[in-house]
């Protein structure tokens, strides 16, 4: 080749990648201009935007859990035919927090019909054609998982109900356009963290807070308002670190929720009853002012008479079914948690020494329950792991064990007082530490956590302040629904029977705001009890100190002293115990 010609070649090389060069370039900047002009029509210009998107990469072994063989074949298709493609919004955020997302959902730049086009030419099944227009293609790849992929997308019109859509290649417009911080990230395959709007540090803080404008989101979507109060039972630490504004927004959007249809109402609050803090996230919707607005939706209520209340009906049983309370509680647990719970309790059982307690006929049809027949799978589980005593079956302490443990079962869970077998009716009577005798009327009205409580401080637990449910889930809140006790010995046999006791649980939860560390926090103390020849009670004497207790759960310091009430308790055991040779000697109750 001629150095003429070689030179040539050379020189026309070098124009057209010149030339190239310049259309990328050109495009890429009326990408840019198209993408900013888009972004000051519907972004707030006042919304402080993260300036690099990228926040870290996540590299742990729960993110790389999530790569099946057919993920992985979704992600070198959109990869192979040069569509972005990344994990949206609730598995993100799930992801971050070390939990396993039960639902993948994914955006890309690919539009509907490039995404039909693709997976037709790679003869990929698409099921399920409905979301559509909303940008939503349901792939479903080797028949065994189906991959929902949507295009990003403007919301261009609202209605405060439903949104008019217009595709768009920006990701900081479609994460724009999400209710919350934490739901508005994406995650790569390659493990980048894309987060435009500081939902991040939102969720290490555990903050529910709005894209943008939360007066604008809420419009956009009147049940954002019940989304919020979701995912901050979800995320928080406590039930009431609510951002004050955000809930004075709420209120006074709360008249928009009449125009949101019954289901999708219903759909969100069972999901806030299945949460944290259910009690109080409750409380603080009929505090902003949303449950009236919730009765007079005509729609919600339409909804109610025609199909609601069957589901609730449904859903008030399946919530019963999976619950586990220990000693009152109505948290809901997942079906896997319990099923994995009752695996290793029937392990458990098998050795020496773990019999399970045994609290009578549970499946006697003829009870009336209050919240649905108690599951006790999670509490003889901590039961057994955690006990100190080894009684013998058939011993006193046994039986006195099994006894007092169904005594306290009919007491947080059988609706009708003349149901308890464990008690007579007319001569029952409670007594904490020596104060206030308490009927079975009172006792019933206001549950054992009330009563037993009912001569403590007001300063540290005001029992008139508390119901039985409110109690209830106040404690099994704090233990996350395991919460057992034990008998750790017998002094004396009926027709009074004393004995000395354990309470004991897992500080996971959260009591008053204090966020447990997970330690084991215990009580002790003593019971005295008359009961009649065939062991129904009469009498009920508790003698504890729970101060020391409830102010550990809040995270305050001990108490040491022990009340004249307990060291006249005291006196009274060295009494009617020296004819039956008990040594008892005074100590601290803990």
Sequence with gaps: MSFFLKNKLILYSCV???SVHSIKKSFSTKLNEKFLLKRSKHMDPNVKVRENPVVFKLENDLFKS??????????????????????????????LMDKIPTDLDFATIATPKQMKTMFDTENIRMINMNGEKHGTITARIHDKENFECTTLRIDVLTDGRHAEVEFTQDWLLDSNRRDLTINAMFLGFDGSVYDYFFGYEDL????????????????????????YFRFYGRIAKSPDQHDPETLKIISNNAEGLQRVSGERIWVELKKILQGNFAGEILMTIIDCGLSQHIAKSESFNEWLRKEGFESIKKFSNEKSSVSAPSAGTSLGISEKLLTKAKEELNRMVLLPGNDEPDRGNLDDSTIEWRNGKPNYTLANLAYLKGKCMKHEKGSLEMIVQNAVKTWEMEASHKKNPNQWKTIIQDKYNVQTNNGRVINLDEAFERGNYNVLMDEIDPNVYDASK?????????????????????VLQVFSGPPEIVFSFRHWGEFTGTYQGNKGDGSIVEMNGFVAVTVTEDLKITDLKVYFKPENFIKRLKGEEFVDKITDKNESFWRWMEDSQKDQGCDIQQKNIE
């Design 204 to 227: 290490m803080e555990r903050r529910g807070k709005f894209v943008g404008n939360a007066d604008t989101r809420i419009k956009e979507d009147f049940l954002r308002i019940l989304r």
């Design 16 to 18: 057209l990648n010149h």
């Design 466 to 486: 508390e119901d039985f449910a409110s109690s209830h889930q106040l404690f099994h809140g704090t233990f996350n629904g395991s919460f057992p006790w034990e």
């Design 66 to 95: 999530i790569f099946t063989p057919e993920l992985n074949r979704l992600v070198d298709l959109f990869k192979k035919h040069g569509y972005e493609i990344r994990i949206a919004g609730g598995a993100v955020r799930d992801l």
